[in-house]
């Protein structure tokens, strides 16, 4: 019973490591993935966003009902952007008309939020900013 213990008493810290180590590496891999994710999410709005400036007839106009992050949480409803994320997004293809705040008409009392994004094709491509 005596060996039992010792060896117990041995492992015993070797184990708590091993659990920890564990629990460690699988938050550091959980935060990377979110931001594989986030990176992959963005250059597919950017691409979706350079696919319609291609489809747009010159002239032609675009306009998004885009999921705002305003308002109080929520389980369902579109995906949430910022403001910057959805400029970040069609800027570089489409010259943003305008951008502004809505309310989604919904049957629900508390109706989600949304920007209301208008642009239009691009005469000339986008500048860079200067300094």
Do not use: D, H
């Not at 460690?24 to 597919?44: G, H, P």
């Amino acid at each position: 019973f005596r060996k039992i213990v010792r060896v117990c008493f041995f492992f015993f810290p070797v184990i708590i490591a091993f659990v920890v180590f564990m629990y460690r590496s699988f938050i550091y891999m959980q935060k990377r993935a979110i931001k594989t994710k986030e990176k992959i999410l963005s250059t597919a709005r950017k691409l979706f966003a350079a696919n319609v400036s291609r489809s747009l007839s010159p002239g032609g106009i675009w306009a998004s009902l885009i999921g705002s992050t305003e308002g109080a949480a929520r389980e369902t409803g579109p995906p949430r952007r910022t403001a910057s994320e959805v400029i970040a997004s069609v800027e570089p293809y489409l010259e943003i008309v305008e951008l502004k705040s809505v309310l989604f008409r919904t049957n629900f009392p508390n109706a989600p939020k949304a920007w209301l994004c208008v642009s239009r094709q691009r005469k000339e491509p986008a500048q860079p900013s200067g300094r």
